[in-house]
């Protein structure tokens, strides 16, 4: 089947650009340009002037929709999900396991393998975030559950399922070697609850690792002597680093000297999400202790954030109000940037051969409408 969207604004590889018609055929992009006469039977989807763009991909979801991944990791809670964060422009996701034991990040896996081979729209593989990471940088992580990555543990993590799988590790909690064995194997590595030293990070990089997790959150900060974490993903040129655009988490105004360090396509917006995206709750149980959700904010009983109760569309909004970003550099910071910082190819932008996953945008980014591999 032909669908050609058009009467749009529509945000293809040279910005966004009116009296264009993107032609989709059987799921993928076959071409954006001038309006033609198409052959055989085809759909025209109007989008009354609005913005259409790259679906949003975001590569840490914990939860929405009322359920959270670690409480039941199988299909259906992935499926919920997925289905909470559409409407929001979600249109690709990495399932998000907070640190819990090897047989959980097991079941996990297992999940979004039949996850993906059912076709559940969206699932683009998993994000597991610990239990290898630094007691000391834990946040609402249980630190009972953490540990040392090993041989077992990196031969797990590999396993594969049909999608990408991203770790969040603390370097100091494992070595070069088995970066190297995980980035070799086609996992993304991500430094994150981390305590490492900029002399310690660089080991790791030269190994493989290829971002780092919530950046300024749960990692060493940029000292005068010691540039820490921050600073070792500040300085390296090549690295993704991932951005909770709450205005919680990070100070608005830290984003933007985050921002004019290091080049912009390599920054990538995240949700963080928790179960209260998309869904009426008040609180929800974490590792067995209650989450109060209050003016955008997770937090328990200590006051620490525990995830953000943010969605993308929202990240986007924030990007362009509290950062001053271009439009389209925050939209790309949700959608090409995290596809990018994955290895997928044909996600991620509206260009010829892409999987035609979109949203449709109002003037206030507001998501109107959504489609995956072309289906509404
Ligand atoms: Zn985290």
């Given at each position: 089947m032909l669908l050609a969207f058009h009467n749009g604004r529509i945000l293809g590889e040279s910005g966004i650009e009116c009296d264009r018609t993107l032609l989709v055929r059987d799921g993928r992009i076959e071409s954006l340009g001038e309006a033609t006469k198409v052959a055989g039977p085809v759909q025209v989807i109007d989008l009354e002037g609005h913005l259409l763009v790259p679906g949003f991909i975001d590569?840490?979801?914990?939860?929405?929709g009322g359920v959270l991944f670690n409480d039941d990791p199988s299909v259906n809670t992935i499926a919920a999900i997925a289905r909470a964060h559409r409407q929001f422009g979600t249109t690709g996701f990495l399932p998000t396991l907070i640190s819990d034991d090897l047989d959980v990040v097991a079941q996990a896996i297992e999940a979004v393998r039949i996850a993906i081979r059912q076709g559940v729209p969206g699932v683009l593989g998993i994000h597991?975030?610990?239990?290898?990471?630094n007691e000391s940088r834990?946040?609402?992580?249980?630190?009972?559950k953490l540990r040392e990555l090993d041989g077992a543990a990196a031969q797990l993590l590999a396993r594969p399922h049909g999608g990408v799988t991203m770790v969040t590790l603390a370097p100091e909690r494992t070595t070069p070697q088995f970066i190297r064995q995980l980035s070799d194997a086609g996992v993304v590595v991500s430094a994150g609850h981390t305590n490492a030293t900029y002399a310690e990070l660089q080991p790791a990089l030269a190994a493989g690792l290829r971002g780092f997790t919530h950046l300024f959150n749960a990692m060493s900060q940029l000292g005068n002597r010691e540039p820490g974490t921050v600073g070792a993903a500040l300085a390296h040129e090549d690295s993704w680093c991932g951005l909770i655009?709450?205005?919680?988490?990070?100070?608005p105004e830290v984003m933007k000297v985050a921002l004019r360090a290091k080049r912009h396509d390599r920054f990538m917006l995240v949700s963080d999400a928790m179960p209260s995206v998309g869904a009426a709750l008040k609180s929800f149980v974490l590792n067995g202790r209650p989450i109060t959700v209050a003016n955008e904010k997770l937090v328990d009983e200590e006051g620490r954030l525990a995830g953000a109760d943010l969605d993308m569309a929202r990240a986007v909004r924030n990007a362009v109000r509290m950062l001053d970003l271009p439009v389209e550099e925050a939209l790309r910071m949700a959608s090409a940037n995290p596809a990018d910082f994955l290895a997928l190819?044909?996600?991620?932008?509206?260009?010829?051969?892409?999987?035609?996953n979109l949203a449709l945008l109002d003037d206030e980014f507001h998501v109107l409408r959504t489609w995956i591999d072309g289906r509404e």
């Open positions: 590569t840490q979801v914990n939860g929405g597991i975030e610990g239990p290898f990471l834990r946040g609402v992580h249980d630190a009972s655009a709450d205005g919680h988490h990070v100070h190819r044909d996600v991620g932008r509206i260009a010829k051969g892409q999987r035609a």
